[in-house]
């Protein structure tokens, strides 16, 4: 879409908005661009209206098409409008209706509910004349979906009255996101888990959560399963590749994986992040001992029994080692690449992990390195790729953003477009960001401020009370604590447990300790590591405090970096907040973040 479409269609959505508070329906929630997990349609409808409906009092919902046609005329024979495209195109209630059916569908987030749903196709720039071919086609008749043109706004404003009562839509969009996977969770103890992770670890096993698995998650599952049982039979060894963004489940996968193993079956879930490990440990040792002693990591099986497990899941596998390396524990040095140890330690091996995340130039865990060592003893890998996320309120548009801001791929960077799902800001300095994340902390959110590795990383003082690496300016914040120890002052809590308990909201985290981990809402800070210059970005060593990221002998530095900053970018659930150090960038980042005149598209609870 152009900048000049964009602009178009954003007025159409702000007229769409000025209808609902003209009749006094301003409580009515709108989701943006929205397209719910497993819908294999087209794109994303335009907007979906979700409010009360006045008479029934349950959920209703209308999905809207916004259509920037002046004209419609029918091609005979064809059942397709030429609306001043070079192509002739569908009636636009072929979009509506199969949207409308997979919402109600088995596979659709209001299965089983009783809800109010119709659909409206609004061309708010023609007339009826314009396009009376379209308007008297037989789907106009048979479909429930109905049209309005820019002459009828008034019958439009009818339906919102009809369709919604003045009650807040709030619940509503609540629970469809519940259903869709994107729920909250109640913190346990003082403890503020990951959020849909904590489902996995805490409910009952099969019972319907977050993280219930689906679609391809489920048939790699059921695949992994299967080879399970041959090489318990026969002996047969086999190597998944489960590739997937930030919160498409693989973490779960795992879990789910180890749960549903007969109980003796020799099985570990490894993986090489300290802090994601220790929050895994904490958590699980409350509620299950039995999947407590699966967890290890990486560097574990150097000197392993050769398939002496029967499954080895290695979760988080972006993060393989060339070797395996531990400075306090000679037994935990290897020889021999990490990949082949974990992959001649079991009969199965499981390999979960995404590319985008490695972010130390010793990280080797890619799908060719893993395919290659899997060929090498004459194995072909299975590979599955997880294509739906639920991280960042399941908005695949957050996430192609964040791609193209970034320069993850080969689209230039656009202007952020709200969708309801996701909150995007950018904050005028790190006060203002700051502000935010303790006001949504204060609200019950779980919150974190998050930064590049641009600032010295000091050990407490003697008295536990941590110094303020992070400056910016007058403004001065500690880094999350450089130890172990179970208490330090002011209840700041250890760097591997930062994330998790509450009192870290006022400790800045970095990518190690935030990879793995989420939260409603991250302040995102870009340090002097990553910076646009003439349209581009450029990595700085200069900007870098980051030892072995900016080493000369680092070829990858500009990756690594980018990548962290990915990591950083999608860590959280509802809303991110941004701020650059940098003016240059700074400035970039207003401009893709622009202000949007339409209030109540922030997602629901925020």
């Not at 040792?285 to 002496?308: C, I, K, M, S, W």
């Not at 800045?508 to 989420?518: K, L, P, S």
Request: charged fraction near 25%; proline fraction near 5%; hydrophobic fraction near 35%.
């Amino acid at each position: 879409m152009s900048e000049s479409e964009q602009e178009a269609w954003a007025t159409s959505l702000i007229e769409l908005a000025q209808d609902l508070v003209a009749v006094g329906r301003g409580e009515v929630r709108v989701l943006v661009e929205f397209k719910p997990p497993g819908y294999g349609g087209k794109g994303e409808m335009d907007a979906v209206l979700i409010g009360i409906h006045p008479e029934s009092g349950r959920d209703s919902y209308l999905p809207v098409e916004l259509k920037r046609w002046t004209e419609a005329l029918e091609e005979p024979g064809t059942g397709k409008y030429r609306v001043g495209y070079a192509t002739p195109t569908k009636h636009p209630s072929q979009q509506i209706k199969p949207f409308c059916d997979f919402l109600v569908s088995e596979q659709g987030p209001l299965n089983g509910l009783r809800v109010e749903l119709a659909g409206a196709v609004y061309l708010h720039n023609a007339h009826q004349d314009d396009v009376a071919d379209l308007l008297n086609h037989k789907s106009t008749r048979t479909i429930k979906t109905v049209h309005f043109t820019g002459d009828r706004r008034e019958s439009l404003r009818q339906l919102l009255t009809t369709q919604f009562s003045q009650a807040s839509g709030e619940t509503a969009v609540e629970r469809l996101f519940e259903r869709m996977g994107t729920k909250d969770n109640t913190p346990l103890i003082e403890m503020m888990m990951n959020n849909p992770l904590a489902d996995v670890l805490f409910q009952p096993h099969g019972e319907d959560h977050v993280f219930t698995l689906r679609g391809i998650q489920l048939t790699a599952k059921n695949s992994i399963l299967d080879a399970v049982g041959r090489a318990k039979k026969q002996g047969e060894k086999a190597v998944f590749i489960i590739t997937g963004g930030a919160g498409t489940g693989k973490t779960a996968i795992s879990i789910e994986l180890l749960r549903d193993l007969e109980p003796s079956t020799p099985a570990r879930l490894a993986n090489g992040a300290e802090a994601f490990m220790a929050t895994l440990k904490e958590h699980v040792g409350q509620t299950d001992r039995v999947l407590y002693e699966y967890l290890a990591y990486f560097n574990e099986f150097v000197h392993a029994q050769p398939d002496g497990l029967t499954l080895m899941v290695c979760d988080e596998a972006h993060r393989l080692r060339e070797k395996s390396e531990d400075r306090f524990r000679r037994e935990r040095r290897g020889t021999r690449p990490q990949v082949d140890e974990l992959i001649d330690a079991a009969k199965v091996s499981v390999f979960l992990l995404d590319e985008k995340q490695s972010v130390r130039s010793n990280e080797v865990g890619t799908v060719s390195t893993i395919r290659r060592a899997a060929k090498e003893r004459d194995i072909k890998a299975a590979e599955y790729d997880l294509r739906r996320q639920w991280r960042c309120g399941g908005s695949d548009s957050y996430i192609e953003w964040v791609h193209s801001l970034l320069g993850m791929n080969d689209s230039a960077p656009w202007k952020w477009m709200p969708d309801g799902m996701m909150h995007v800001q950018v904050a005028d300095g790190p006060a203002e960001l700051e502000q935010v994340i303790l006001d949504e902390d204060r609200a019950g959110s779980t919150a974190r401020i998050v930064a590049g590795y641009c600032w010295p990383w000091s050990k407490p003082r003697a008295d536990g009370t941590l110094v303020p690496d992070v400056r910016i300016g007058e403004w001065a914040r500690p880094w999350n604590v450089n130890g172990t120890h179970k208490e330090y002052a002011n209840g700041a809590p250890p760097k591997n447990l930062w994330s998790v308990r509450r009192a870290g909201v006022h400790q800045i985290g970095c990518v190690y300790t935030a990879q793995g981990m989420e939260w409603d809402w991250c302040g995102v800070i870009l340090g002097d590591d990553y910076v646009r210059r003439d349209g581009t970005w450029v990595a700085q060593r200069s900007g870098s405090r980051d030892a072995k990221v900016k080493a000369r002998s680092n070829t990858r530095f500009e990756e690594c970096v980018r990548n962290a900053y990915h990591v950083l970018l999608t860590r959280a659930r509802r809303g991110v907040v941004l701020y650059s150090v940098d003016p240059t960038t700074q400035q970039f980042l207003n401009s893709m973040v622009p202000v949007f005149p339409i209030e109540g598209l922030r997602p629901p609870g925020t």
